[in-house]
């Protein structure tokens, strides 16, 4: 496997950076059950990169969710590049005649993604307070661009519906998810116009620098059409606020500085409440997602004791929405 | 009661056990040692508080149910009665019951996760 990528990326090199150019440095960073990342660097004649390639390593299986395929990402990638808003930018999609399979190269930027790390280490103590702001700034960026053809289109109804037909599958009989589930269908907001969503923006998916705050926007195969609110509230869901519950968006801002740095960089106007109605369905997803992943040890499919530890965490999700139905979503 | 030793007291020797190698162990492996330190660390207290616990669930989710059966059967009738609309958000006391549920699973599942203030 690593030698594959090796050659494909040193056949690669004099094409991004010149004759005689190479690579070096190739490290396997991270790899899940179908993608992989690595890192190298591309050495040219007068200058070297650090660079990323994601590769996918098995097929793409649609019905184990909505991620989009390495191009679109690149095509989203390019996209929020273009309208000015902080990405790794892409350098290279692979083609058949690389031998990479399907995988795309993007500069690598340098920063903090750890959660946990981005809300307690001194290092970040000065930036903090500026990153709601920049969020909200970055995400009304991301929904005036223009979305790449073959996005899904999804209303808070249809994504309570898809996680409800899950939750059913799983067998599980848990009252505060099926409370959370009936209540969320009954007050759904009416469907608002809808724009190219991040899908997975949250504390643990943004690159954070010491001094310029959030320096990318990472991990774009979520993305999707639909409700701005959407992804103004999955960066408040307290499971990503790494135990600074008292700071709701991110673990490091507040709401207003979310909401008005979004509105200042020319986003559609958005009431609170409905990005407090995204939020705890956002909750609701998640915890319907720890479940999958016990269900994923459970049935034998993975016998990693992370599985089944992930298990427990639905509870997490359980007291926080008990608390935004007791506080009248 | 089984003892010498308890249930507890192996899962604390396991967990210490983990403990003292996971120095050694490789990034993966540690990290997989913590997940596995802090599984023991659920059994333990499910051990010593799920008991209670549970019947303490069984008699709040019979109040509200108005009937009597293990807290399977009442958690699966109670998500018959949201699912039908025959109870929601606003059921007298529906709510506070499952508060007192959940923080009492919470404090065995994740006793240091911090929630959302009310």
Redesign the interface.
């Known amino acids: 496997m690593s030698d594959q990528v090796l050659e494909g990326l040193q056949r690669l090199a004099p094409e991004l950076a010149g004759e005689g150019a190479g690579i070096e440095g190739l490290q396997r960073l991270s790899g899940g059950a179908s993608m992989e990342t690595w890192a190298f660097v591309l050495v040219g004649r007068d200058a070297r990169e650090e660079l990323i390639l994601r590769r996918r390593t098995a097929p793409m299986a649609p019905e184990e969710g909505r991620s989009v395929s390495l191009a679109t990402e690149a095509a989203l990638i390019t996209a929020a590049h273009e309208v000015g808003a902080p990405v790794a930018p892409l350098v290279h999609l692979a083609r058949p005649e690389d031998g990479l399979g399907e995988a795309h190269i993007t500069r690598r930027v340098a920063g903090e993604t750890l959660g946990r790390k981005i809300v307690t280490d001194p290092r970040f103590e000065a930036v903090r307070p500026r990153l709601a702001r920049q969020c909200g700034e970055i995400l009304a960026q991301i929904h005036a661009a223009p979305p790449p053809p073959g996005l899904k289109t999804v209303d808070a109804l249809e994504e309570l519906g898809r996680y409800e037909e899950v939750y059913r599958k799983s067998g599980a ?4 998810l ?2 959370a589930f ?2 969320l269908k ?1 007050i759904a907001p009416p469907p608002a116009p809808p724009v190219l969503l991040h899908g997975d923006f949250r504390n643990g998916n943004l690159m954070i620098d010491p001094e310029q705050g959030v320096a990318a926007v990472l991990d774009w195969e979520l993305s999707h059409i639909g409700d701005p609110a959407e992804d103004l509230g999955w960066i408040c869901v ?1 499971s990503w ?1 790494f ?4 700071l709701p968006v991110g673990g490091f801002g507040r709401y207003q500085d979310l909401l008005d740095g979004y509105a200042q960089a020319g986003g559609r106007e958005i009431p609170l409440s409905r990005v407090l109605y995204w939020q705890a369905l956002g909750s609701l997803k998640w915890g319907v997602m720890c479940l999958m992943m016990y269900a994923s040890y459970a049935n034998g499919a993975e016998s ?3 599985r ?2 992930i298990g ?2 639905v ?2 999700t ?3 929405l ?6 009248g979503l | 009661m089984i003892e010498h030793p308890k249930a507890e007291e192996l899962v604390e020797a396991v967990a210490r056990w983990i403990d003292s190698v996971r120095p050694q162990l490789g990034p993966r492996d540690a990290f ?1 040692a913590r ?2 330190s ?2 023991l660390s ?1 059994v333990r207290r499910e051990l010593q508080q799920g008991p209670a616990a549970e019947a303490a669930a069984v008699a709040r989710l019979s109040a509200i149910l108005g009937r009597e059966g293990t807290l ?1 059967d009442l ?2 009738d ?2 018959a009665r ?2 039908a ?1 025959e109870m ?2 606003a059921t007298p006391g ?2 506070a019951a ?2 007192a549920n ?2 009492e ?2 404090a065995i ?2 006793p ?7």
């Open positions: 009989e848990r009252p505060i099926e409370l009936q209540h009954k307290n606020r135990g600074r519950a008292d990693s004791v992370e089944p530890m427990r965490r509870s997490e359980e007291i926080d008990v608390t935004l139905l007791e506080n | 997989l997940v596995a802090n599984a659920v399977g958690n699966a109670l998500c949201l699912r609309g929601d958000a529906l709510l499952l508060r959940i923080t699973l919470i599942d994740q240091s996760y911090a929630p959302e203030p009310g």
